[in-house]
């Protein structure tokens, strides 16, 4: 088991990193919109931008290992690679996913649920290769 974990270290960290970073965009979302009275979506927009900086810092120095002083041009092709997952493969899956899934009775609810899971497992796998090969690179 150890060997196990040693082996997959890295995508462990990277696990743990998502898992705060989520729950960081919802605990900021939840503060700024119930506490603070923000909309909604102006909420989100703070929360999202707190956590993809966050997301950043986070995967260099902890996940990743990363020591390489260029920051701003990392942070440049993160941000590429982030908003390539959300905005063209998260639609994508969301859609494909929808289509195959579309002659089974569901309740809508959670054929959304299946939609985005499947979306996001496909984003994070994105990232993790991504990050890994352009922008935390040894």
Known sequence: MEKLIKKHAEKIRFGLVGAINTALDFGVLLLLVKIFKFSTIGGNYISTSIALIFSFFANKKFTFKNNNKTQARQFI??????????????????????????????????????????????????????????????
């Open 77 to 138: 092709v993160f941000l590429a690679i982030t908003l390539v997952g959300l905005w063209i493969l998260q639609p994508l899956v969301i859609g494909g996913v929808e289509f195959m899934i579309s002659g089974i009775a569901l309740n809508s609810s959670v054929e959304l649920l299946i939609e985005k899971l499947f979306a996001t497992l496909v984003s994070l796998i994105w990232n993790y290769l991504m990050y890994r090969k352009f922008v935390f690179k040894d």
